[in-house]
């Protein structure tokens, strides 16, 4: 007769019918650097990108338009003849346009598989570490409410594909002179294309992209166009964590760049 299944263990990972060790951990390498660099860049970008959306200033100059205030869809955005400028909402909205969509690349983020890993492990520390005890004493993960919402992720990259297709836009449009002239070539272009590249392989690189292109297949060579698109995403996906931090910052420089030019501290270096 087979013996009977142990009971499962509870309280976390010194409860009850977990091995006793003594040691909090038994890691000697410095498994806390990349929980600490989390930290200290996320929440420079939050204060960052806070004070930036809640400025309602400086994210324009020609042709550059700031990806935080893009697409500018209120009657108080400033007058742009670069980047989608719809007025959508009229002159009742006064606050900062940049804070009509930002839900919608910040949830984008904020329930991505991979910030969803960093931000647990940094901010939660739950656990901080492979093989490093969580000080937390239960475990749900994310099968309760609220952590079970983060399954919402999957509708985000919708707008999320749908905002990378506007700032490709903005990037093109950056091909202009500060007089609308085509065939312009700045600085502020390559940092514009940059960032939009980097953007891309973020959002193409989503798990939920990698989903969508290849997931519920029964048989693979009967799709070989979906199996194509599943193959490049897979390729994407492995370097998901890369695109997530260089993307993160090349917003932030894309933005301050932008609010340099538009405060008159530097000008654009043209290239061509
Ligand atoms: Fe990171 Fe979708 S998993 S953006």
Redesign the pocket.
């Given at each position: 007769e087979p013996p009977a299944s142990p009971t499962p263990p509870r309280g976390g990972v010194n409860g009850p019918g977990r091995a006793p060790v003594g040691a909090r951990h038994l890691r000697t390498d410095r498994w806390w650097l990349a929980p600490t660099i989390t930290v200290v860049v996320l929440t420079a970008f939050v204060v960052y990108a806070t004070w930036r959306a809640f400025s309602n200033a400086h994210y324009y100059a020609a042709p550059y338009v700031s990806p935080f205030y893009s697409p500018c869809l209120a009657e108080n955005c400033a007058d742009m003849k670069a980047g989608p400028n719809w007025p959508l909402f009229g002159d009742w909205w006064t606050l900062s346009p940049a804070l009509i969509f930002l839900a919608l690349p910040l949830g984008?983020?904020l329930?991505?598989?991979?910030?969803r890993k960093a931000y647990y492990r940094a901010f939660w520390a739950s656990p901080p570490a492979c093989a490093v005890a969580e000080p937390h004493r239960a475990y749900t993960g994310e099968t309760r409410f609220p952590l079970v919402l983060q399954n919402i992720?999957?509708y985000?990259?919708y707008p999320?594909v749908v905002i990378a297709v506007i700032l490709t836009y903005d990037a093109v449009l950056g091909f202009r002179n500060a007089d609308y002239e085509w065939g312009h070539m700045g600085l502020g272009t390559v940092i514009m294309v940059a960032n939009i590249a980097l953007v891309w392989a973020?959002?193409l690189?989503?798990?939920?992209?990698r989903h969508i292109m290849g997931g519920r297949l029964k048989s693979f060579s009967r799709h070989p166009v979906r199996y194509r698109l599943w193959t490049w995403t897979s390729r994407l996906n492995g370097r998901?964590m890369e695109y997530?931090w260089a993307s993160l910052v090349s917003l932030a420089v894309a933005d301050f760049y932008v609010y340099l030019l538009a405060t008159g501290r530097i000008t654009d270096p043209v290239l061509f």
């Open positions: 984008f983020r329930t991505c598989y991979y910030y992720h999957r985000f990259f999320a973020y959002t690189s989503c798990h939920s992209c998901h997530a």
